[in-house]
């Protein structure tokens, strides 16, 4: 208890810059609440703060370890005010963090869905891209499809999220039809920022990789769907998104004999909330409801193409991106089996 008190003196400190206003938001005499942040300091063989008769600011060893701390202490709350309570049914509060156009497509209904099943459960979501250190911004889940992994945080694979070549009819009867991956460098290219401009395929040959050049480039999918729906170039859309156009006619498939890999969605979580029955219950919950109904679908070739059969082994060797920095150690991801054979 005495170690816990410590921790909670210490993250009052770091919230507040001052051992005086943190005495004064836990009633405890400043003495005190600097006795135990030394405490702590002496139980980890490390300085924690740095103090001036200024300010007090967080050490590198402080800053690193405060997530965990403040983790730690809202666990041990938690779960104090459950067993009071006898709880049966889940509650508490889930912040989650998901890309901007996974949410608004699909993730944003199957948290709705979910809150409504657990009335008890209080869920924030925010809408961001690009990756994110769940553990060092207090969020418990972060959906990503970014390969970064981060000290403290273990991935969750929920789906893979299938992607192709689109076009439009307008476009490719003025541009023509393309055979190889290579003669998109000769075209108008649509991108998707996150993923950057070089496109991998598979083929019997193995993989191809071109650069292309952005003729037009965002961080907004639907921005590009509509971009490449009015013939401004070839586009890498997730098929999710692109489907309602696949039927209306307004977009075909381009070079659908070299499929582009999948890519899997991921949720970080910190290792000290991976064990909250409302995390592992939401968790479960996105896994069970895959968002990309459309990945069983096959890409509709423009007419008079066949697709040829790509080798499942190329497939697999793919599943995940491999451009991109790691924050921090890797860890080992709880990865599907066919992806674990392939590493």
């Known amino acids: ?91 508490g509060s889930i912040r989650i963090k998901v890309p901007s156009t996974l949410g608004f497509a699909r993730l944003s209904g199957l948290i709705r869905q979910f809150a409504q099943a657990h009335p008890d459960i209080d869920v924030e979501v925010l809408l961001l891209d690009g990756p994110m250190n769940p553990a060092a911004e207090g969020v418990d889940i972060a959906v990503t499809a970014f ?31 393309l055979t190889h991956p290579r003669e998109l460098e000769e075209h108008n290219c649509v991108v998707y920022q996150p993923t950057g401009p070089s496109w991998s395929f598979l083929s019997n040959m193995g993989i191809v990789t071109v650069t292309v050049r952005p003729r037009l480039s965002s961080n907004d999918m639907f921005m590009l769907l509509e971009a490449v729906k009015d013939g401004a170039g070839i586009g890498l859309l997730s098929r999710y998104i692109a489907l309602p156009a696949i039927e209306a006619g307004t977009l075909v498939a381009v070079l659908p004999e070299f499929p582009v890999p999948d890519l899997w969605v991921k949720a970080m ?22 968002v990309d109904k459309a990945s069983e679908m096959a890409p509709q070739p423009a007419k008079g193409r066949k697709p040829k059969k790509t080798a499942p082994d190329q497939r697999e060797m793919l599943l995940m991106p491999v451009s991109g920095k790691r924050e921090g150690k890797s860890k080992e991801a709880k990865r599907p089996n066919h992806q674990r054979k392939a590493r």
């Open 1 to 91: 208890m005495d170690m816990l008190e410590n921790m909670r003196a210490f993250a009052a400190v770091a919230k507040s810059g001052s051992f005086t206003s943190a005495a004064e938001a836990l009633d405890l005499a400043t003495s005190i609440v600097t006795k135990r942040v030394s405490q702590l300091e002496r139980s980890v063989g490390t300085k924690l703060l740095h103090r001036t008769t200024r300010k007090v600011t967080l050490s590198a060893a402080g800053e690193h370890h405060l997530a965990r701390i403040k983790a730690a202490i809202s666990l041990h709350d938690e779960t104090l005010a459950a067993i009071r309570k006898g709880v049966h049914r889940l509650e």
């Open 147 to 177: 390969p970064a992994s981060f000290d403290g945080v273990a991935d969750e694979f929920l789906w893979p999220i299938a992607r192709a070549l689109y076009a439009s009819p307008a476009y490719l009867s003025e541009r023509g039809s």
């Open 269 to 290: 979580v910190p290792i000290d909330r991976r064990h909250l029955p409302r995390i592992g219950a939401l968790l479960d919950f996105l896994r069970a409801n895959n």
